[in-house]
């Protein structure tokens, strides 16, 4: 499947995380390299390239990132969960120690997440 330009055809994604508990919801700790959970109603394919600015409530500025479409939570989901996209972040390693410092003792809560 040709990927090449995918995440342009749908410009950039903004995801603003609050607090914490948006950080715990959105976040995907079973991706391998992290994940991010992204509201949004645009269709995405498995494997498409996406463009995100997250807006982390912990952080400064906004920090642009590239991600890989793993998850995808299509519209009227009996589970009630929001409809949106889940990426594998690419070359994101210092990120993911800074939001797993963030989730410190929560990452093992039986708490509902955005993905599952």
């Known amino acids: 499947m040709d990927t090449s330009g995918g ?11 609050a607090d914490v508990d948006e950080l715990y919801a959105c976040y995907m700790p079973f991706v391998a390299g992290g994940g ?6 645009k269709p995405f394919a498995l494997g498409e390239e996406v463009f995100v600015l997250v807006e982390l409530y912990c952080e400064p500025d906004k920090i642009p990132l590239v991600g890989k479409t793993v998850w995808i939570t299509p519209p009227g989901v009996v589970t009630n969960r929001k409809q949106g996209i889940g990426i594998q972040l690419d070359n994101a390693a210092e ?4 939001i ?11 708490r509902v997440t955005h993905s599952l």
């Open 36 to 41: 991010l959970f992204i509201p949004t109603r």
């Open 95 to 98: 990120l993911v120690a800074r």
């Open 100 to 110: 797993e410092t963030e989730l410190t003792g929560l990452l093992a809560s039986d």
């Open 7 to 17: 995440g342009l055809r749908h410009g950039i994604l903004n995801l603003a995380i």
